[in-house]
């Protein structure tokens, strides 16, 4: 028995997040995924502000991605905006991707 590789879709979003961007911002990652019929997520967050704005939309996103069973996973999220979202309870529900190690 073989495993089935897992498929993967990436989009970026970034800077400060409306909550009247909110609505458009998950009717066009709710598109993507509908497309990509991925797994899996890969949201690029560098530069997203680290505020509950920017945390909420997250959330929505991962709950989105949860109907097309997907799991968005974050990447290049800023240090403010992995202790935001800890703070908050959500790191198991917006899991990063470990970055990789620092040159030795």
Request: glycine content about 12%; proline content about 6%.
């Given at each position: 028995m073989t495993a089935t590789p897992s498929r993967t879709t990436t989009f970026a979003i970034?800077?400060?997040?409306?909550?009247?961007?909110?609505p458009t911002l998950c009717k066009r990652v709710g598109a993507l995924?509908?497309?990509?019929?991925?797994?899996?997520?890969?949201?690029?967050?560098?530069?997203v502000?680290?505020?509950?704005?920017?945390v909420d939309a997250l959330a929505r996103l991962q709950v989105l991605?949860?109907?097309?069973?997907?799991?968005?996973r974050l990447e290049h999220a800023s240090?403010?905006?992995?202790?935001?979202i800890a703070f908050m309870g959500l790191d198991d529900v917006?899991?990063?991707?470990?970055a990789d190690p620092p040159p030795r």
């Open positions: 970034g800077g400060s997040i409306d909550p009247e961007d909110l995924l509908r497309e990509a019929g991925a797994d899996v997520a890969v949201c690029d967050v560098a530069g502000a680290a505020d509950a704005v920017a991605a949860g109907r097309y069973r997907c799991r968005m240090a403010e905006l992995r202790d935001l917006l899991p990063g991707i470990p």
